[in-house]
């Protein structure tokens, strides 16, 4: 493990107990004052849910990665890559980076390990693909969370219209500036090296490559028919996320209405849109305590609120990691393995992937 990501690590989980401290500090305050004991409350509240709650939910969130991961092969076969095993092998290793490392810097994993392994699919169209889910799953994400805000029993805090507003202005602007990119190609072009090219001509042609990706791969999935059947799981995804949330909170005995689910999904999101620590520990604690104070308001959360947040981190992450797990065997890729390729991930150029895998391929 090289410098870089032991610094990236330990930064990042500087950052994830500083974000914990938030929710834990003032509920342990709280609880002291009251002449209760806080470790005793939250264990009272972890025992309080049935084991078989904690399964239904498990199964609840498989379907949403499967459906997730499946999301994806239906994105890249458009792209010439017909074998469905392939890609729906690289995106469940690609997933699990995702959550294993630190600030989000596995997002890069999954489309670097697709353009290695794969003939016909090139870095930046696989790039061009996950720069799609991200954009259209923000502007869903950020809806959702403008109308649980406008809908919630209870006026939301700053930090959660700030968060709001900041998502809505960054997926907004990234959607403006791929329009741009589609029907006024050339204009966009000569901005793009004109600002950021002015600063970085490197950055600049990265971002034309991956722009190109996504343009390429979001007219693929036009002409292709694949349009419908990808809303359609996006739907599903983001469906039975919610449903899952609901099922789990109540479990725990917060009372929340079924709606709710959408909106304690949306602020989630946004603040794991943050970079933070393996796992998202802090951000998931730090986001859904702000997301059920839209519903229960402050009194009503306690021990219980904390206990609900960290055991749906956890199980999330024990099935992304496990369920990428036998893939990672497959492609003989071990602990190390995956830790070398983020590295390689992140260092790489454009072309880099292509380039290993024509070597490889010889």
């Known amino acids: 493990m090289n410098r870089r990501l032991v610094a990236q690590l330990a930064g990042s989980l500087v950052v994830g107990a500083a974000l914990l401290a938030l929710v834990m500090r003032p509920l342990f305050q709280e609880l002291s004052a009251q ?4 470790w005793q409350a939250l264990g009272d509240a972890f025992v309080s849910v049935s084991p078989g709650s904690l399964v239904v939910y498990g199964l609840l969130f498989l379907v949403v990665h499967v459906t997730r991961v499946w999301r994806w092969v239906v994105q890249v076969q458009p792209l010439g890559e017909s074998d469905r095993r392939l ?3 690289v995106c ?6 995702i959550v294993a490392f630190p600030f989000r810097i596995g997002e890069v994993v999954r489309p670097y390990l697709l353009a290695r392994e794969s003939d016909n699919v090139g870095f930046e169209a696989a790039l061009g693909t996950a720069v799609t889910e991200r954009v259209i799953d923000g502007l869903v994400i950020t809806g959702l969370l403008f109308v649980a805000v406008w809908t919630a029993p209870i006026a939301p805090g700053p930090a959660v219209l700030a968060a709001g507003t900041a998502s809505a202005v960054v997926f907004a602007s990234a959607t403006i500036g791929l329009v741009l990119f589609v029907v006024a190609h050339d204009l966009a072009v000569k901005l793009l090296h004109g600002t950021i090219g002015r600063v970085s001509a490197g950055l600049a042609n990265r971002l034309e490559s991956m722009l190109e990706g996504f343009v390429e791969g979001l007219r ?4 292709s028919g ?4 990808f809303f359609v799981l996006t739907a599903v995804y983001w469906g039975v996320n919610a449903l899952g949330i609901w099922w789990l909170a109540r479990s725990f005995g917060l009372m929340v209405p079924l709606y709710s689910g959408l909106g304690l999904l949306a602020v989630l999101v946004v603040g794991l849109m943050v970079p933070g620590a393996p796992g998202f520990l802090g951000n998931f604690q730090l986001a859904l305590d702000r997301g059920l104070r839209l519903y229960l308001g402050d009194a009503a959360i306690g021990a219980t609120g904390l206990a609900f947040a960290l055991t749906m981190n956890v199980i999330q992450l024990v099935l992304q990691i496990g369920f990428a797990v036998p893939f990672l065997a497959r492609s003989h890729i071990g602990v190390r393995g995956l830790v070398d390729l983020q590295q390689q991930a992140s260092d790489a150029r454009p072309d880099d992937a292509d380039e290993e895998r024509d070597a490889t391929d010889a």
């Open 87 to 89: 890609i729906f092998r």
């Open 35 to 38: 002449g209760q004991s806080p």
């Open 92 to 97: 469940a290793i690609g997933y699990a980076a």
């Open 220 to 223: 693929s999935l036009g002409r």
């Open 226 to 229: 694949t349009l419908v059947p």
